[in-house]
């Protein structure tokens, strides 16, 4: 039986981010080798989920790491993988072909397209055989990336719910290519920077792409047209909007006619990108007089999906300036957690909260907060981001601080589930207000039951005008 390896290299890095990943932050989140990697992904709804359902093919499981957006990867973690990973896949041969869950938006200190060295070490260890790779929406993948797979696709949506779809149709892919099909990704690239409060792929500008996008690939014949949104908070030149297109090598014609169309097609639209929002002030008392509830402030420049430090107290301070009471706030320190398990159930803690990272999010603010309820941190996902999933935020503790419920971790973790708050038995749709600290991914936590939505200007190394960021690298435009 055909033997295919899974492999999977995953970071979302902002180069802007104070804080460096590490290897102990693959460590924290994941780091998996053989049946470690069924043991985590069988049954949930991720990419290598869907790889694993692949049947007719004896699937081999490799190596698989991840961490949460962060920083620039250290060069010996950077290397460390790459020399995990080699050193797996020669003990795995012979295989027949290799399936790859790949962010495409990794950076490392000395290494600025993670993902291409990814791919070549792949090719070293087996050869000239079929490579299939899926990556995130927020991909920036590079030309040398797609020339040396064989059929890359990426996320259809954000929020990303449809990662185990996409793990399913690159088994489908690689089906086709053991059978002899003659397939091929081919890509370009524009580069325009847009904030991912503009990339939500069920409203326009996003959505208009991928509809006249996918109207012109049935037309030319194309059978696979991917846009990737692109991370904007990555100072590299792959950095941008990125069109895939798949089909026979015998119609590379019309997936460059294709590409080039929605390339242009950008161009007419990229204006649309452009998103003014109320400061934290403006914001805070738009949601207090807020008829319904309840309301969530989407904290932007603080996106903890996009490696943001997660810390970040405008909002917060704010709504306790205002007099706000029944507000849900998530905010990462690990100080103030370490102090509430100290303190226990009941007990006080006074403390400076929030802000402690870097210059870039506010300023700690004091508290005194009773300790309603402690935990270890870990919970499982239930709803549509990375279902059945298991995570860890590190020693957790909720707080009463002036009527107010306040969520704090060790470790910054992105609100895309509810089950963050859920597990130390907090009801999200009692709060009046929730700050929720992302751009758009949040709604697959709350949206279904947000009654109004403020999206906020906030300071960060996510934010909005992504000129407000120290730019040295020009990002390119790839025209195939």
Not at 99 to 109: D, P, Q, S, T
Not at 203 to 212: E, S, V, Y
Not at 305 to 324: I, K, N
Request: charge should be negative.
């Amino acid at each position: 039986m055909t033997r295919v390896g899974i492999v999977g290299v995953w970071h979302e890095t902002n180069t802007y981010s104070s804080r460096p990943t590490t290897l102990a932050d693959f460590e924290a989140f994941e780091l998996d080798t053989g049946s470690e990697i069924v043991e985590r992904h069988a049954g949930t709804r991720t990419v290598l989920g869907g790889f694993l359902q692949a049947e007719d093919m004896e699937l081999v499981p490799v190596f698989s790491a991840g961490a949460w957006p962060a920083g620039t990867v250290t060069a010996d973690a950077a290397d460390r993988l790459l020399q995990m990973l080699t050193t797996q896949l020669e003990a795995a041969r012979p295989l027949d072909g290799v399936m790859a869950n790949l962010h495409g938006a990794m950076v490392a200190e000395g290494r600025p397209d993670m993902e291409a060295d990814v791919v070549a070490a792949v090719r070293s260890a087996v050869g000239d055989v079929p490579v299939v790779a899926v990556l995130d929406f927020h991909a920036n993948p590079s030309v040398p990336l797609v020339e040396n797979t064989d059929v890359v696709v990426g996320y259809d949506t954000y929020p990303h719910v449809d990662m185990y779809e996409r793990g399913v149709e690159a088994a489908e892919w690689f089906r086709r290519l053991l059978a002899g099909e003659r397939l091929k990704s081919r890509i370009g690239k524009h580069p325009l920077l847009t904030t991912p409060l503009a990339q939500w792929t069920d409203a326009d500008p996003m959505q208009g792409l991928f509809r006249r996008a996918n109207d012109a690939a049935q037309r030319l014949g194309v059978e696979r047209v991917c846009i990737c949104g692109g991370f904007a908070y990555s100072d590299t030149d792959r950095a941008g909007i990125s069109v895939l297109a798949t089909t026979g090598v015998d119609n590379a014609a019309a997936a460059d006619e294709l590409i080039v169309g929605v390339l242009a097609d950008i161009d007419d639209v990229a204006d649309q990108f452009t998103v003014a929002l109320p400061g934290p002030e403006e914001a805070v008392a738009a949601a207090l007089a807020a008829g319904e509830k309840p309301v969530v402030l989407a904290d932007i420049a603080d996106n903890i999906g996009g490696g943001s430090a997660g810390d970040g107290t405008a909002l917060f301070e704010q709504l306790l300036a205002q007099g706000a009471t029944g507000a849900l706030c998530i905010i990462a320190d690990a100080e103030v957690a370490a102090a509430a398990h100290q303190a226990g159930v009941g007990g006080t803690v006074a403390a400076e909260v929030g802000a402690k990272t870097d210059e870039y999010h506010g300023a700690p603010v004091p508290i005194t907060g009773r300790v309603r309820a402690l935990s270890d941190g870990r919970y499982t996902s239930g709803g549509s981001w990375g279902t059945g999933q298991s995570y860890a935020m590190g020693p957790t503790a909720w707080l009463d601080v002036n009527g107010n419920d306040m969520v704090v971790t060790s470790i910054p973790t992105p609100p895309f589930h509810v089950e963050q708050v859920t597990h130390l038995g907090i009801d999200p749709s009692q709060a009046t207000i929730i700050t929720a600290k992302g751009a758009v991914a949040w709604r697959s936590a709350y949206g279904h039951f947000a009654k109004t939505v403020i999206e906020v200007d906030t300071a960060g190394v996510c934010p909005i005008d992504v000129s407000r960021l120290p730019r040295t690298i020009t990002p390119i435009r790839h025209l195939l």
